[in-house]
């Protein structure tokens, strides 16, 4: 049995780029463990959930007041968001017991390659043999993405890595294309409906359970072609 370790900059990218890949390795009897290494607190989400702009799911300016809940702070939308994302890992069907809080977790957008580094290693020490699974560094995605892809390439080329893939996120197929590398699919053929149910824990809205559908909010687009479509890509290094 391989383990395998996914590196995920934010809570949802473990559904949305990571999600089929995960499901596939577990439906070979893989062990997956799954990190995550920013905090998901800066999210505009907050600022449309509190009513200070229009939210971009309902189209509309959300009254907390109305729909029953406090205005947020950043500390509850890291809460909020890990509920998000510990939900989605269970509907993927990754144990509780591998799923991890980095203890080099950072305040999500400030991530450099070093603070990558030390997530990676933290990891590495614990599972020496394992894959690892980053974000690619192509394409000129999200800063906490390509960090790590970019960390991910230093230690393998260190001999700290023996085995790495860089997953591609959807959005940014066509520009991590032009690097000219093959890009190669990876699906569940046999659950990959879990992949989508890990992807509707982050559409729920239910402010009475402390469920603000914020991964929804925050990339409607990207979820519905995830839910339409959950295959992950990734290239070699």
């Known amino acids: 049995m391989a383990v395998n370790l996914f590196?995920?900059?934010?809570?949802?990218?473990?559904?949305?780029?990571f999600g089929a890949a995960i499901r596939n390795h577990l439906d070979v009897g893989d062990e997956c463990r799954v990190i995550i290494?920013?905090?998901?607190?800066?999210?505009?989400?907050?600022?449309?959930?509190?009513?200070?702009?229009?939210?971009?799911?309902y189209r509309?300016?959300?009254?907390?007041?109305?729909?029953?809940?406090?205005?947020?702070?950043?500390?509850?939308?890291?809460?909020?968001?890990?509920?998000?994302?510990?939900?989605?890992?269970?509907?993927?069907?990754?144990?509780?017991?591998?799923i991890h809080f980095s203890r080099h977790l950072v305040k999500d957008g400030t991530t450099t390659v070093e603070s990558c580094e030390k997530v990676l290693q933290e990891?590495?020490?614990?599972?020496?043999?394992?894959?690892?699974?980053?974000?690619?560094?192509?394409?000129?995605n999200h800063?906490?993405?390509?960090?790590?892809?970019?960390?991910?390439?230093?230690?393998?080329?260190?001999?700290?890595i023996r085995d790495l893939r860089l997953y591609v996120e959807p959005y940014n197929l066509r520009n991590a294309k032009k690097a000219g590398i093959p890009i190669h699919k990876e699906k569940s053929a046999t659950h990959a409906e879990k992949v989508v149910d890990a992807l509707k824990e982050y559409t729920k809205w239910n402010p009475a359970l402390q469920q603000?559908?914020?991964?929804?909010?925050?990339?409607?687009?990207?979820?519905?072609?995830?839910?339409?479509?959950?295959?992950?890509?990734?290239?070699?290094?």
């Open 143 to 160: 800063r906490d993405h390509a960090n790590m892809g970019t960390a991910g390439r230093n230690l393998l080329r260190s001999g700290a």
């Open 37 to 57: 290494y920013t905090d998901g607190s800066t999210s505009n989400v907050r600022r449309q959930l509190n009513g200070e702009i229009k939210s971009a799911l």
């Open 212 to 237: 603000f559908a914020i991964g929804y909010h925050s990339v409607k687009k990207c979820f519905d072609a995830a839910m339409a479509r959950p295959i992950s890509y990734y290239h070699k290094p």
């Open 123 to 140: 990891f590495l020490e614990r599972y020496p043999e394992a894959r690892v699974k980053v974000f690619t560094d192509l394409g000129g």
């Open 60 to 98: 509309k300016t959300l009254n907390p007041a109305e729909e029953g809940y406090k205005p947020l702070q950043e500390q509850d939308m890291t809460a909020y968001r890990n509920d998000e994302f510990l939900r989605s890992c269970k509907a993927l069907g990754v144990p509780d017991k591998h």
């Open 7 to 17: 590196f995920i900059p934010h809570q949802d990218d473990e559904a949305l780029t």
